[in-house]
C-alpha cells in the first residue's frame, strides 16, 4: 500500500554529487547542445532558414520557402504565371502579359525584394527574417 | 486496519496517484507566468520519471494520458489546439524515455532519461508549431526553447533521482529490485 507523505522525506542517503551520471546522460545533454547551436546558426546566420516569398494572387495569399527550390503556377485574370524558386531565389520564368516586366526583373533574393504583374494581378515579395520573427513572437 | 491488495490494484493505485501529482504539479506550473507560450518548467512530468522505475510501459502510457488530460482540465486547454501540442509534446516524450530507460543503468541514470525525453517533446512541439502555425519561423523560437528544455529536463532529472534514491515510499512501491536507489 501506498505510504503517507511523510514518508516521502529522507536526508542520509541524498546523493548530491552527482556521481550517478551516467555516459548516456553526457551525450543526450551534448546532443542538446549541438542542436541548440546548430538552430542557433541556421535561425540568427543571414543564409538561413527565415526568408519567405510572399505571393499575393486574386485567389489568396501564399508564403513559400526561398530555401526549398520548387516550381510554382499562380493564377490571375488573364492566365498561369510560372515562378521558379532555385538557390534562395525566385524568379518569375513566364506569364501570360504582354509587357513581360515581371519576366525580365532579376530575381528576388532577399527581404525587400518584389516584382509584380500588375495585369495578372499577382505580386511577389520577399519577407525578411526580421518580419517573420516579429511574428513568431508576437503570437 | 491493514487490507491486502492485489498486485492490480496497487498499479491501479499508484497510477492514479501519480496522475493526481502530475494534475497538482500542472496546477503549480500554470501558476508560473511564462513569457512565451509553450516555454514550460514541465514539472508534471516529474511524476512520469519516477513512474518509469515502477510501471510498465502501457501503464506509463496510460498515466501520460492521465497528465496529458489533467494538464489540458487544469489550463482549460482540452478542446483547442494548445491540447495538439501538449499531447504531441507528452507521447513523443514519453515513448523516447521508454526506450532510453531500457538502456542499463551503468550507462543511463534518470538525467539522461529526462533530457532524452525534454528532447523529444521540444521536437514534436517545434514540428507541429513549424506544421500548423509558424511555418519556417518556428526556427527562430527553436534555439530558446531546445534551451530551456535541456535546463528544465537537466533540473527534472535531477530532482527525480533525488526523490528515487531517498523515498521511502518509492523504494516499496518500486520493489527491492527497484531502479534508481
Known sequence: M???????????????????????????????????????????????????LHVQTPTGEFLYDLNR?????????????HVEIADGAARVISSPCREQICVNSRPMTSGGDWTACLPNRVFLEVTGKDETEVDAFSY | MKRKLTRLATERDLIALLGACCMFLALIEHMIP????????????????????????????????????????????????????????????ALVMLAVSRLPDRAVSLVGISISGGLASTTAQLALSSLLVFGKSALYIAPVFLAVGLVTSIVLGIIATAFCSTSRWYGRAAGPAGRWR
Open chain 1, 2 to 52: 501506498i505510504g503517507s507523505i511523510h514518508e516521502l522525506s529522507g536526508d542520509d542517503r541524498m546523493k548530491l554529487r552527482f556521481s550517478y551520471l551516467r555516459p548516456f546522460d553526457f551525450f543526450a545533454a551534448l546532443l542538446v547542445l549541438g542542436l541548440i547551436v546548430i538552430a542557433a546558426v541556421v535561425a540568427y546566420s543571414g543564409g538561413g532558414g527565415g526568408t519567405l
Open chain 1, 69 to 81: 527550390d520548387a516550381h510554382l503556377q499562380f493564377e490571375g485574370p488573364i492566365g498561369i504565371m
Open chain 2, 34 to 93: 511564462k513569457p512565451v507560450p509553450f516555454l514550460r518548467l514541465g514539472l508534471a512530468n516529474l511524476p512520469i520519471l519516477i513512474s518509469l522505475g515502477m510501471l510498465n510501459p502501457a501503464q506509463v502510457l496510460l498515466l501520460v494520458a492521465l497528465k496529458v488530460l489533467g494538464q489540458a482540465l487544469v489550463n482549460g486547454t482540452l478542446f483547442s489546439y494548445v491540447f495538439l501540442f501538449s499531447a504531441a509534446g507528452s507521447v513523443s516524450s
